[in-house]
């Protein structure tokens, strides 16, 4: 039978318009026994790694392709209704020059010709045109429309101006059958007539959006999505009515039996096709060192100065001998650069006094790594393995991931895009799915179905789950399914939908480096609104299959923290505190941790971990990597085996005697891959380079691979005499291990960071906390929280001030206070709090109101940013506040007026004196409720005083405080929790008749499946808040006290499902102030 290939293919990469995803796309193409395929997506090369590695994979020839977009003229036009207009053009790739001139037309089209689509023009085609083949599209393509607007004479004189382009024989009149559409069969009339008269041949498509016929309505759906159309609007873009499915050859073969020949140029292309990618080889930038030396040479002369710093000199059998051994496999391996590179940033980034974490991931392994200043946790002191990062059996890159002060990240970046060249140097693509939850909502929008009826379907589904695992899982989602038709065609239109990409963003920490500009190996472009940056086409994995040096920058709040904590300690105490040479052994430290005022230390806040830590009463820097890898999932479980053995309440036993230098540290339990690695060493005698393969091929439980590995391991065992029933046991521990098994390299460096904030905190808490505050400005919630820790420790928060607040909050020195920032105040921004700080700094504080108003010139100083400062109270050692307020447009005219004559303007004040003092008209004052309730409007919470105080005697004999219910500590007021038969403190679950009396800081309200409200309240009082849950016959009883800023008694039953205590409202009663 006649071979066919389909040439024009659009999958899930043609964003909200194909609809196949690349497997499924490839699969159809199996199923219809072809060969050959060819991915032409809309104006980009998103899929096409993946599409050429999948391809190979199931013996299928990947023709790379795409569906360009021809500008109206020229790509640098943007005439508003005439460059709008753009044609399409199928580009296909012959050859390796081929895929070089794609790669940069495509990232020209977006960098240069984009307008609201990316587009290049004939003259950008003809200079990038060789190895390339032209196919003129579907009826958008310039020809097309040319014949459709009955200017036959042009579009034969287009055709030629292609075949110039990309040379004779190199570019095709594309025919389409779509019988539904009378303007292609015009189309195909005339591009036949113009074939015959030129010699152009032709050649059969049919633009698949799509894999059969009844996907056609989940492909609109699609489109709808994308439009935000109606699907009752007549105009809306579709392509409903014609069949753009992958059709079989045998159906291309009859539907072109007029043309044979297109159908025979099908594989005529495919044959001139024959590009292949280079994967797997890496492409390492070159490092430049110093003259005379190579990058191996250059590498092990600064490890020796390296030694200097971290061992004094002091150079010891066991440093020479693991450094040669580091420093072999990286000749070997060929990375000398990829140290030497990220060495040189990280060191610039300390250098300017940027934050640099102290490892991520396994390259704390490395002693090089600690020798270069890359990472700053000892791996002989730490027992860190080399091999768990890098082996001779690796051969691909080792990640070494950085993290970075999170508000100073992108000056690193912007300094390596400098050193290696702006063409060299990008951030990766990444692309958001959808999501059983979101694909629910999305469909039903588009199917014109009401919110809330998706929304209660999309609620169904636990997070994290796909639709099937719903419908086999959840059973209120399956009944839904089954009874209710409307149901059913949502979820199985979405289930069509499910997983298709829905738009591209730029990956959080991915930074790609080349040796070679970058538009010569990956197509680039600028994510959607924002170009001043650039990204690559291809997300992570294809840019690592590419072999270019991909790395995670990321940015860590953490580190901010630190870095802002380091600031204020210089300034205040003229100290230096070197965070990387902290002592280990902190008394103060460890004495916050094991009192659990773990609040703001990195990845100990958690009130699961604060119980832990309390238990544990950490006492070493070994206690805190062990805590950093078990509080996770799987291993969490193993957390009261470890406090018990460490405070001798259990006894630590090992399965073999070999086992006790490797888990002595963990008594006797194993937590680190490094362990299993050098248990399988000492078991069974492997390399740690073969211990660390069977570490991989555990975790990735391919089964041929893991039994070699266990075959081996058993064999080990035995020769060195190790009895059979221990190697079991021992098995045992090791094949599930991937759940358990953490990095330790990553732990120690994780674990420096969390010692190194409790640290600051112990030592410097205004310093600290000032700054765990501004890190947190944008969440009020938080700031609430945060400020109850302040209280806590003794730290009063006080509110803004004009003359004392700067941007952020600040400390008030040797006070043991701190200082609202002006940023914390709702409405005000960047630019009127750096004004007001400039004119402090410049001429000296404020001494009236009407001094400020005359200094100030700023446009940012409007009548929103001048309410909320005088709302929030930074005028009140000034002036009055509602006085302010009720004069508030008289003082923003004359604000106004004196930056005009400050200006050189003459306006309704000429000749008034700019010092003469501002006539306010008088008004009755703020009362003090006004004044609080406004901080809590504007800061998020009560600063100045709050409105509970003055019921502090009502609230101690009539209720429980919610400090006491949390911590389950009833406080001796037995007649506030009336527990009655086979009830139990809340840690049992569940307790009745409890009574809380508060301020309801938050209401949420839900409507329920029988259309009534539901309400989940935030209540706090003076000692803590908590979530309240009030069903609609509760609020039926009282639903004028059910709202924010009611102080209220609620009574009620504890529930503590998912270790979430929460109050369920049984009662409330609104308190009156008397």
């Avoid at 944008?778 to 006080?798: N, P, Q, S, Y």
Wanted: glycine share 6%.
């Amino acid at each position: 039978m006649q071979k066919f290939t389909h040439l024009h293919t659009h999958s899930h990469y043609s964003l909200l318009d194909g609809l196949p995803k690349i497997d499924q796309l490839l699969d159809r193409v199996k199923e219809l026994g072809m060969d050959s395929i060819a991915l032409t997506d809309h104006g980009v090369l998103y899929g096409a790694i993946e599409f050429y590695k999948k391809a190979n994979e199931k013996n299928i020839k990947p023709i790379i392709g795409v569906e360009m977009y021809q500008a109206f003229e020229q790509m640098s036009q943007e005439r508003p209704n005439i460059d709008d207009k753009r044609y399409h053009l199928i580009v296909l790739v012959k050859n390796a020059q081929g895929y070089k001139n794609l790669v940069k037309l495509v990232t020209l089209s977006f960098l240069e010709g984009f307008y609201y689509k990316p587009r290049i023009d004939e003259e950008t085609l003809a200079k990038h045109s060789e190895g390339l083949i032209g196919l003129s599209a579907c009826i958008q393509g310039k020809i097309p429309q040319l014949i459709l607007a009955r200017k036959m004479k042009q579009a034969e004189e287009q055709a030629e101006k292609y075949q110039k382009i990309f040379g004779k024989g190199n570019f095709y009149l594309e025919l389409q059958h779509q019988p539904n559409s009378p303007d292609q069969k015009i189309v195909n009339k005339g591009l036949a007539e113009i074939s015959k008269k030129t010699s152009i041949p032709l050649v059969a498509t049919n633009d698949i959006h799509y894999l059969k016929p009844e996907d056609a309505e989940a492909q609109d759906i699609l489109m709808l999505i994308n439009t935000g159309a109606s699907p009752n609007d007549p105009e809306r873009l579709t392509l409903k009515g014609g069949d753009f499915s992958m059709k079989s050859p045998e159906q291309m073969i009859e539907a072109f039996k007029d043309f044979p020949e297109a159908i025979a140029n099908t594989q005529k292309i495919a044959e001139k096709c024959n590009f292949q990618f280079e994967l797997g080889k890496i492409r390492l930038p070159k490092f430049q060192v110093p003259q005379g030396a190579n990058e191996n040479e250059y590498l092990s002369d600064l490890c020796q100065k390296g030694i200097q710093k971290r061992y004094q000199g002091q150079l010891t059998q066991e440093i020479t001998e693991r450094l040669n051994r580091e420093l072999a496999v990286i000749k070997q391996t060929g990375f000398a650069s990829y140290f030497l590179i990220v060495q040189d940033f990280v060191n610039w980034a300390k250098e300017n006094h940027i934050v640099v974490g102290p490892g991520r991931g396994s390259v704390g392994g490395s002693l090089v790594a600690y020798l270069l200043n890359i990472t700053n946790v000892d791996p002989l002191k730490y027992n860190l393995l080399f091999e768990r990062f890098l082996n001779p059996a690796r051969i691909s890159l080792p990640d070494i991931d950085l993290d970075f002060a999170d508000r100073r990240r992108d000056e690193v970046i912007r300094y390596v895009a400098e050193k290696y060249g702006r063409d060299k140097v990008a951030q990766i693509i990444t692309f958001g799915t959808m999501a059983a939850r979101a694909v629910i909502r999305d469909v039903g929008r588009a199917l014109n179905y009401p919110y809330d009826y998706c929304d209660r379907i999309a609620k169904m589904i636990p997070f994290g789950s796909t639709l099937d695992q719903t419908l086999s899982g959840v059973e209120e989602f399956r009944q839904a399914y089954l009874s209710d038709e409307k149901a059913q065609k949502l979820i199985d239109f979405a289930k069509k939908l499910e997983g298709v990409a829905r738009h591209a963003s730029t990956h959080a920490c991915g930074v790609v480096i080349s040796a070679n500009p970058l538009d010569e190996i990956v197509p680039l472009q600028h994510p959607t609104q924002d170009e001043n940056i650039i990204v690559t086409q291809y997300e992570m994995h294809s840019v690592e299959d590419l072999g270019l040096l991909k790395m995670d920058f990321l940015g860590l709040k953490n580190l901010t923290i630190i870095e802002d904590t380091l600031a204020k300690i210089y300034k205040i105490y003229d100290k230096k505190i070197d965070i990387e040479s902290l002592p280990l052994d902190d008394r103060n430290a460890y004495q916050l941790l094991q009192e659990a005022n773990s609040t703001g230390i990195f990845q100990m806040e958690s009130d699961g971990f604060k119980r832990y830590l309390k238990q544990l009463k950490p006492t070493q820097f070994e206690d805190l990597i062990a805590m950093v890898a078990l509080y996770r999932p799987g291993p969490m479980e193993l957390i009261p085996e470890y406090i018990a053995r460490k405070h001798g309440k259990k006894k630590v036993e090992y399965l073999h005697p070999l086992l006790e230098p490797i888990l002595k540290n963990t008594y006797g339990i194993m937590i680190y891959q490094e362990q299993l690695i050098q248990m399988v060493q000492a078991i069974a005698g492997f390399s740690l380079a073969e211990a660390d393969i069977l570490r991989k091929a555990v975790g990735k439980k391919i089964s041929k691979l893991l039994q070699e590995q266990k075959n081996k391991f058993f064999q080990g065992a035995k020769q060195n005499g190790v009895p059979e029933k221990t190697t079991e046991k021992l098995w045992q521990l090791i094949e599930p291990f991937d759940r358990y098994g953490f990095n330790r390299s990553h732990a120690a460096a994780y674990a420096m960071i969390a010692y190194q904030t409790a640290y600051l905190k112990s030592h410097f808490p205004s310093e600290f906390m000032s700054s765990l505050l501004t890190s947190e400005r944008a969440d009020t919630e938080r700031i609430g929280f945060l400020i109850g820790e302040c209280k806590k420790m003794g730290l009063e928060v006080l509110p803004p001030d004009i003359n004392e607040s700067w941007r952020h909050f600040s400390v008030v020195p040797q006070k043991n206070q701190i200082r609202f920032g002006l940023l914390a105040i709702k409405n005000v921004g960047e630019n009127i709090a750096e004004v007001v700080v400039d004119a402090r700094k410049a001429n000296g504080k404020f001494g009236s109101i009407d001094d400020f108003i005359s200094r100030i010139n700023s446009k940012d100083l409007n009548k929103k940013s001048l309410e909320n400062l005088i709302k929030a109270g930074v005028f009140d050692k000034l002036e009055e506040r509602n006085k302010l307020l009720f004069n508030l447009e008289k003082l923003l005219e004359i604000n106004k007026e004196k930056n005009r004559n400050n200006n050189g303007q003459r306006g309704l004040f000429d000749g008034v004196k700019t010092d003469s003092k501002i006539k306010l008209e008088a008004t009755a004052p703020a009362t003090k409720n006004e004044k609080i309730f406004w901080e809590k409007e504007l800061l998020g919470l009560f600063v100045s005083s709050n409105p509970l105080e003055g019921l502090k005697n009502i609230l101690e004999k009539k209720t429980i405080r919610i400090s006491e219910l949390l911590s389950g500590n009833n406080g001796g007021t037995d007649k506030k929790i009336e527990q009655g038969p086979g009830n139990f403190f809340w840690q049992k679950k569940i307790v009745n008749r409890i009574r809380i009396g508060g301020i309801i800081s938050k209401v949420k309200k839900i409507m329920t499946k029988t259309g009534k409200p539901m309400l989940f309240m935030s209540v706090e009082d003076l000692s803590d808040k908590i979530e309240v849950v009030v069903f609609p016959s509760v609020i039926e009883n009282n639903p004028s006290a059910l709202q924010e800023n009611k102080i209220v008694f609620v009574s009620g039953r504890m529930d503590v499902r998912n270790d979430s205590p929460k109050l369920i409202c049984e009662s409330v009663e609104e308190i009156i102030e008397t």
